[in-house]
């Protein structure tokens, strides 16, 4: 079955009110992550969580290229009847949001990046995926004790915790919900930079300020790309910089989209 033909990624919906907003979750994350940012919304925009393709809840595909997932956004945007969004979107959840709106320029209202740019980066994750990878299914029972051969791994327990969310039980036994096999193996494609084009409409740059994924070298890649930019920086976070200080982080997006979100 091609993707054109697969089920719809999963989704939910907060709020049923004004301009649209699309929440896109970062590498390993899912619908969840961003939901705090949501409900801050909800009262006074439409939005919407998705998983992206190989997590949470949607459906499993050999392949994770940004342009694959761009269709599957434009899959949603279509399925849902909306004309114009905006999108926010953290980590690989952003090169997503910028691949969109250099794709289909005319459906993005505002586009918001949380601290990443839309370039290649090195492995990065390699040490989760081997960390994940490495934890023997079929000798776990409980969650405490998957927490016990992942903290050999990965020390950070708030990371772990995060991780974890994407083990799930069914007959008896732990399964990983995200597609791990086609995450390894499609890694470059996840690491890689989004398309060359251009969007000319409003985007901010929230950047973590301890984070070194979106810097002053990466100021050609983003300017080559989009010519209305802001840029803000949450001072004292790091890549996490929507769990460390969301209320920064909500009081930020909200700020913009108010200015940007309506025609």
């Known amino acids: 079955m091609s993707d054109a033909q697969q089920n719809l990624v999963n989704y939910e919906i907060m ?21 705090r940012l949501g409900r801050e919304l909800e009262s006074d925009y439409r939005v919407v969580a998705m998983d992206c393709r190989n997590h ?27 004309q114009k969004i905006s999108l926010v979107g953290h980590s690989m ?4 949001a910028m691949e969109f709106a250099l794709t289909y320029p005319d459906l993005v209202q505002s586009l ?32 405490k004790e ?5 903290a050999e791994h990965i020390d950070d327990r708030g990371v772990r915790q995060f991780l974890l969310k994407n083990l799930q039980r069914e007959n008896e036994q732990y399964q990983w919900r995200l597609n791990l096999p086609v995450i390894d193996r499609c890694y470059s494609e996840i690491s890689a930079g989004v398309r ?24 050609d890649a983003v300017t080559a790309r989009f010519s209305d930019v ?28 108010e200015q940007h979100s309506r025609t």
């Open 146 to 150: 998957a927490d016990a051969q992942l």
């Open 56 to 82: 949470g809840d949607s459906f499993h595909s050999e392949t994770m290229t940004y342009a694959a997932m761009a269709d599957d956004v434009k899959r949603l945007v279509d399925e849902l009847g909306l």
């Open 112 to 143: 918001i990046v949380a601290d990443v740019a839309p370039v290649a980066y090195d492995a990065r994750h390699r040490h989760i995926l081997d960390a994940l990878e490495a934890i023997d299914l079929e000798q776990v029972s409980n969650r």
């Open 15 to 35: 709020g049923s009110k004004g301009p649209t907003v699309l929440l896109i979750h970062g590498l390993f994350g899912d619908l969840d992550n961003l939901k």
């Open 196 to 219: 060359d084009g251009e969007f000319a409409g409003p985007v901010l740059f929230i950047k973590g300020g301890d984070s070194n994924y979106l810097t002053e070298a990466h100021r």
């Open 93 to 96: 959840g952003g090169k997503l």
């Open 230 to 257: 802001d840029i803000k920086i949450i001072e004292g976070t790091g890549h996490w910089l929507h769990a460390e200080k969301p209320r920064i982080f909500n009081r930020l997006v909200r700020a913009f989209l």
